[in-house]
């Protein structure tokens, strides 16, 4: 209740501010519109776990996967009640494969989304608010024009093992928005280029926005600079342990120094096989000789889906109590 409140009160002073700042908007006259608690929680939820692919602006000139409003349409159209559009959404979020979807030509045109980590409760209100509110409106755009200019992560009400979930996720996405793009562009070969060269500047640029510590790494790294330390690698193995026995996977919180260390996993999906998989199946010709030439001592091949690639870790400076 405490970020609900803080978050309202932001709200309220942008449509103060907005109004009298905004007149030209075409959404002007939905601006004295008040955002509801509801929308507060769920936009931000939205902001951090769906819109850096799933953009709801409908200008979007580079699009990387369908947006959200085209989606809420399509489980619309399937006569769903709203039991069985929020179960749908769940089901293929937690389990993203062609059998859970149905949207066949979303599938073809962007690929299979990236299996992710969500807190389930979190599910429940994103497909809720998705299927109670038109988010092609006018107003509801209105609405999100507002919002979109809030702080979205509350540091004062989350756990640490929350709050850097949030922390992955906002980079995992913004990672995933323009790792989508190069590829879309060139193809793998041009996932392969970008990380190379400006993975490390968007995730060093995601570090100084929230004021962290966040990287990536690997037992099994195509960048020596990506390598597990032993604490690091210990966690990997648990967390590959846990897939054989079929076990939920769940964040590793340790402190060190009064900071708060996060290990959060790394899975595989298809779309990582094409520059992770087996060479000469996954991986395309063209793209293993960039492989080769950009990284001489790469080790990071030979994956299956949904297996430990490695892990994020988050530090984070421990909350006083």
């Not at 489980?75 to 149905?102: G, R």
């Not at 969500?118 to 209100?125: P, R, V």
């Not at 702080?151 to 004062?156: E, S, Y």
């Not at 922390?167 to 970008?194: D, M, P, Q, R």
């Amino acid at each position: 209740m405490k970020g609900i409140t803080f978050y309202a009160l932001c709200a309220t002073i942008l449509i103060t501010l907005s109004i009298g700042c905004q007149k030209n908007s075409k959404h002007t006259k939905y601006l004295d519109t008040a955002l509801t608690g509801q929308d507060v929680t769920s936009m931000g939820l939205l902001k951090n776990n769906c819109f850096n692919c799933h953009n709801p602006e409908l200008n979007t000139v580079t699009q990387i996967a369908p947006s959200m409003d085209k989606i809420r349409e399509q489980y619309f159209n399937n006569n769903n009640s709203k039991d069985q559009f929020v179960n749908k959404i769940i089901n293929f979020t937690n389990n993203p494969t062609i059998e859970n979807s149905i949207m066949p030509d979303a599938v073809s045109n962007f690929g299979l989304m990236p299996k992710q980590m969500y807190k389930q409760e979190e599910l429940k209100i994103i497909a809720e608010y998705i299927y109670e509110n038109d988010l092609k409106s006018s107003e509801w755009l209105a609405k999100w024009n507002l919002f979109s200019k809030t702080p979205v992560i509350d540091t004062n009400t989350l756990s640490p093992q929350d709050l850097g979930l949030k922390y992955v996720t906002s980079t995992k996405g913004e990672l995933g928005k323009n790792l989508l793009t190069a590829i879309k562009e060139k193809g793998s070969a041009g996932a392969v280029t970008f990380c190379n060269t400006r993975a490390f500047t968007v995730t060093d640029s995601m570090a100084k926005l929230y004021n962290i510590g966040i990287k990536r790494v690997s037992d099994k790294p195509r960048n020596e600079k990506n390598k597990a330390n032993p604490e690091e690698l210990a966690s990997i193995e648990k967390f590959k342990s846990s897939i054989q026995l079929g076990e939920k996977l769940t964040p590793i919180m340790s402190e060190k120094n009064e900071k708060v260390i996060g290990h959060y996993p790394i899975e595989t999906n298809k779309m990582c096989l094409q520059c992770h998989g087996k060479p000469n199946k996954d991986i395309v010709i063209n793209t293993k000789k960039i492989i080769d030439k950009l990284y001489p001592k790469d080790r990071a091949v030979n994956y299956g889906e949904n297996q430990i690639r490695g892990i994020w870790v988050v530090e984070m400076d421990k909350k006083a109590k």
